[in-house]
C-alpha cells in the first residue's frame, strides 16, 4: 500500500518554511525523498534508514519517526529552485525484500 | 556519460501495437525498476529486477513484460497496446533497495 503524503500542494513565498508530511499504515524500513521538476524525472534528495538519524541537504533536512511510521521533510527559507513536486517512497519492514511504494506527491509553488 | 539511459524519448502508437523501450545504466548497480506515471503525476511501480531476477510484480497487467539481458538492461515489452497504457514510463537503477535511485529521462507513450 503506498504512503500518504500531505499537503496535497503548497505555495510559498521566497525564503518561507514548509512541511511535507508521508505516513505509511506498515512498518517501514526505509523513506526516500525525490524531487521532479516539470518535464523532468525525479531527483533524489535523501534516504532516511531505521534506526538512522535525521538528514539534512543545505536547507532541505528530513525526519524518520519509525514508530508512528512517518517522515516529514522540511524546507526552510525556500528558494524558487526548490518549486517542484515532493516524492516520498518507501520500503516496508515487513514485505518482501524490495517493494518499494511511492506516495502520491506534494507539489510546491515557491513564488518571488 | 549518462547515467540511465532510455530509448526512444517519445513514442507514439496505434492501439492494438506491440512496442518496446529500452533501458541501460552504466552504474553498475545491481537493481533496475521499471515506473508509471500517469497524467495525475502518480509514479506506479510497475516491476523491479534485482540481478536479473524479478524481485516484485505488481499489479500490471500480463501485456506488460519486463526482459533483462544482463545486469545493465532492463527493457520493456508492451503488447496489444492500450489509450490507457498512455503514460510517461521512467527507468531508473539503484545498487540496492535501501539506496538512491537514478531516474532515466523518461519515455512519453501515447497511444492512438
Known amino acids: 500500500q503506498q504512503p500518504v503524503q500531505s499537503p496535497q500542494a503548497v505555495i510559498l513565498r521566497e525564503g518561507e518554511d514548509a512541511v511535507i508530511n508521508c505516513s505509511s499504515s506498515?512498518?517501514?524500513?526505509?523513506v526516500h525523498w525525490y524531487r521532479q521538476k516539470h518535464g523532468e524525472a525525479p531527483v533524489f534528495l535523501m534516504i532516511?534508514?531505521?534506526?538512522?538519524e535525521q538528514k539534512g541537504h543545505d536547507k532541505i533536512s528530513a525526519s524518520f519517526n519509525e514508530k508512528k511510521q512517518q517522515s516529514s521533510l522540511y524546507l526552510t527559507a525556500s528558494q524558487l529552485s526548490y518549486s517542484g513536486t515532493y516524492f516520498c517512497?518507501?520500503?516496508?519492514?515487513?514485505?518482501?525484500?524490495?517493494?518499494?511504494?511511492f506516495g502520491a506527491g506534494t507539489q510546491v509553488v515557491v513564488t518571488p | 556519460d549518462t547515467a540511465v539511459s532510455q530509448t526512444p524519448k517519445y513514442l507514439v502508437t496505434q492501439m492494438g501495437n506491440d512496442k518496446s523501450i529500452k533501458c541501460e545504466q552504466n552504474?553498475?548497480?545491481?537493481?533496475m525498476y521499471w515506473y508509471k506515471q500517469d497524467s495525475k503525476k502518480f509514479l506506479k511501480i510497475m516491476f523491479s529486477?534485482?540481478?536479473?531476477?524479478?524481485?516484485i510484480n505488481e499489479t500490471v497487467p500480463n501485456r506488460f513484460s519486463p526482459k533483462s539481458p544482463d545486469k545493465a538492461h532492463l527493457n520493456l515489452h508492451i503488447n496489444s497496446l492500450e489509450l490507457g497504457d498512455s503514460a510517461v514510463y521512467f527507468c531508473?537503477?539503484?545498487?540496492?533497495?535501501?539506496?538512491?535511485?537514478?531516474f532515466g529521462p523518461g519515455t512519453r507513450l501515447t497511444v492512438l
Open positions: 552504474l553498475g548497480h545491481d537493481t
Open positions: 529486477y534485482n540481478n536479473k531476477e524479478l524481485i
Open positions: 531508473a537503477s539503484s545498487q540496492t533497495s535501501a539506496n538512491e535511485q537514478f
Open positions: 506498515k512498518a517501514l524500513y526505509s
Open positions: 532516511l534508514l531505521k534506526g538512522g
Open positions: 517512497g518507501t520500503e516496508s519492514d515487513t514485505d518482501s525484500w524490495g517493494k518499494f511504494q
